[in-house]
């Protein structure tokens, strides 16, 4: 494959990708008004370019595969909770497009934007428009109250900021979406998200560098574009716990290893089918 092939193949379908998203937009059960917009600013017009975009990435950049989609309720209530790799958002985004394409009907799911975005001009509305909200507590226990798909990673910023030669590794989870979780009584959807820090090498963080321009840091890879290699992503079965979001934290801690532990399992399972030590069929 060619420098040229690889940077400006993936473009020559995108006619029929933004057919099929609009068409799959349509499809979404969300309570759009007759002006094409939900009450939380989610616009039709938007999600249908938002998805086009991604439908090239998704479908010719990165080649993705999901595996394990049928573990993502159709209707209702969940969290996709999983692991960042990566300096910037690849992970996310690509898992949102799995369950816009893979899925079906096709569902929105959302995630919680970091607040220095909303310093950035446009942004906050944009990522609005297509559903990305800042993350906010408030936000995301009204997106759960209204049965929507809740997109988490509990690294955090911490975990984006993994060097390549940590890809593959998870840092520190945060617990406020188990204590949503259980309040909510939503069950856990947890997956392995596999090639983001082989697409994006991150080398070194500038932490001073993104200070100045209000980011925790600024991600400077080995390449200055994500490279295009094959993503994957491998959802698990739902995980169901029992609480009420109020207990100490170390009942908390605990629960929240438990889905560390199940994601650290998928990532293991994904690099091995990846490396060809297993097989598995197509998507599902």
Known sequence: MTIASALFGPYLKAPSIAREARERVERLELPFSRFGVDNYGISKKYLAR??????VLYKQYFRVKAYGTEHIPPRGRAMLIGNHSGGIAIDGAMVIASCFWELDPPRLAQGMVEKFLNRLPLASLIMNRVGQLTGLPEHALHMLEDDRILMVFPEGARGTAKLYWERTSLVHFGTGFMRLALQTKTPIIPFGFIGGGDAFPTVFNAVELGRMMGAPYVPIPITPIPLPVQLAVHYGEPMIFEGTGNEDD?????????????????????ERVRAGFLSLPGRP
Do not use: C, M, S
Not at 50 to 55: D, I, N, P, R
Not at 250 to 270: C, F, P, Q, S, Y
């Open 50 to 55: 938002w998805f086009t975009l991604l439908g």
């Open 250 to 270: 170390r009942a908390i801690e605990n629960k929240v290893e438990h889905v560390k532990t199940r994601i650290a399992d998928l990532i293991d399972h994904g």
